[in-house]
């Protein structure tokens, strides 16, 4: 099988590389443009049936010279701008990122691809109505342009269904964390802090609660989706099912680090730094075939390679 993945110089995609390179009779083009991505995460020089290409999704030139040069069988659409102030930052480049999911649909769809896999956010769900949050039943709140374009990108998939007949399936990732992800997000920018003993900033009191997802549990989950033809053409949250405050997982790491950091409380964020989160994680469930990795257990796994949160 021929199988392109954008973004795959970021934390999950370089893991859904590894994973998806296991199997020899897969090929893998990677694509990246290195705007958030780190070449030392590519896993190239591990497996010979992976191929990087530096290329900008959005750039349709770009993007295009390679679909066209490989015929992909199936793609996973992972490249977007991340990190919550990252984003918010630079809310133009990120609403360009529709210009990636696009370029990737029209391609997709004129050169024989069989199915688009997507990786959407929770934070489409914006702040909740709902809870757990269902993948029919929740409605979408997001104001976030990151949330908006995400959402965005679920509607062309859907459309692209209806019209073209273009298979998609949709990821909406709940915090992911692992060994290979940057410290620009919460467990690794914890982590990064306690293990050199620096304070650890939390946004207003910490009482906002969020599951956490170990890698191992989302890249499981999405290949068995992959490769059982499950949830075609439909939504599946990928994330844990067990709800934990800020401020407990910043006490828990300083805990399982042994650190002397402070836990310092500032300004809460204005917006985007939602109250609750918590997925109906029943299909994943289905897909995993066995319960998540536990936070305390999927910590001392990062913890034993920090390579790239410090």
């Known amino acids: 099988m021929k199988i392109l993945i954008t973004g795959g110089a970021g934390f999950i995609p370089s893991c859904l590389a590894e994973k998806l390179a296991e199997k020899p009779e897969n090929n893998i083009v990677i694509v990246d443009n290195f705007l958030t991505g780190r070449a030392?995460?590519?896993?190239?020089?591990?497996?010979?049936?992976?191929?990087?290409?530096?290329?900008?999704?959005?750039?349709?030139?770009?993007?295009?010279?390679?679909?066209?040069?490989?015929?992909?069988?199936?793609?996973?659409?992972?490249?977007?701008?991340?990190?919550?102030?990252?984003?918010?930052?630079?809310?133009?480049?990120?609403?360009?990122?529709?210009s990636g999911i696009k370029n990737v649909l029209n391609l997709s769809k004129n050169t024989g691809v069989k199915r688009i896999y997507f990786s959407s956010s929770s934070e489409v769900y914006g702040e909740p109505v709902e809870f757990p949050q269902n993948e029919h039943t929740t409605p979408l709140n997001s104001r976030l342009p990151y949330a908006i374009v995400k959402n965005v990108g679920e509607s062309y998939l859907k459309s692209y269904k209806q019209e073209f007949d273009l298979d998609y399936t949709i990821f909406r990732f709940f915090n992911t964390y692992g060994p290979k992800q940057s410290k620009d997000f919460v467990v690794s920018k914890f982590i990064s802090a306690a293990l050199n003993n620096r304070d650890i900033t939390i946004y207003g009191d910490g009482s906002q609660t969020r599951t956490f997802c170990f890698i191992d549990d989302n890249i499981t989950a999405t290949t068995n989706a992959f490769y059982q033809n499950k949830y075609v053409n439909d939504v599946v949250n990928i994330g844990g099912d067990i709800e934990i405050s800020i401020?407990?997982?910043?006490?828990?790491?300083?805990?399982?680090?042994?650190?002397?950091?402070?836990?310092?409380?500032?300004?809460?964020?204005?917006?985007?730094?939602?109250?609750?989160?918590?997925?109906?994680?029943?299909?994943?469930?289905?897909?995993?075939?066995?319960?998540?990795?536990?936070?305390?257990?999927?910590?001392?796994?990062?913890?034993?390679?920090?390579?790239?949160?410090?």
């Open 40 to 98: 030392e995460k590519i896993p190239v020089s591990k497996h010979n049936n992976i191929k990087f290409i530096k290329c900008d999704v959005n750039d349709f030139k770009d993007i295009s010279s390679v679909f066209y040069a490989y015929g992909f069988d199936y793609v996973f659409h992972y490249a977007a701008m991340v990190g919550v102030l990252r984003t918010q930052e630079n809310p133009v480049s990120v609403l360009e990122d529709i």
């Open 247 to 310: 401020l407990e997982l910043a006490k828990l790491i300083v805990k399982l680090t042994g650190s002397t950091s402070k836990i310092v409380h500032v300004p809460a964020l204005k917006e985007g730094d939602m109250t609750r989160r918590k997925p109906d994680v029943t299909k994943m469930k289905q897909l995993l075939h066995r319960d998540n990795v536990t936070l305390e257990e999927g910590l001392k796994k990062v913890l034993q390679n920090t390579t790239y949160i410090l």
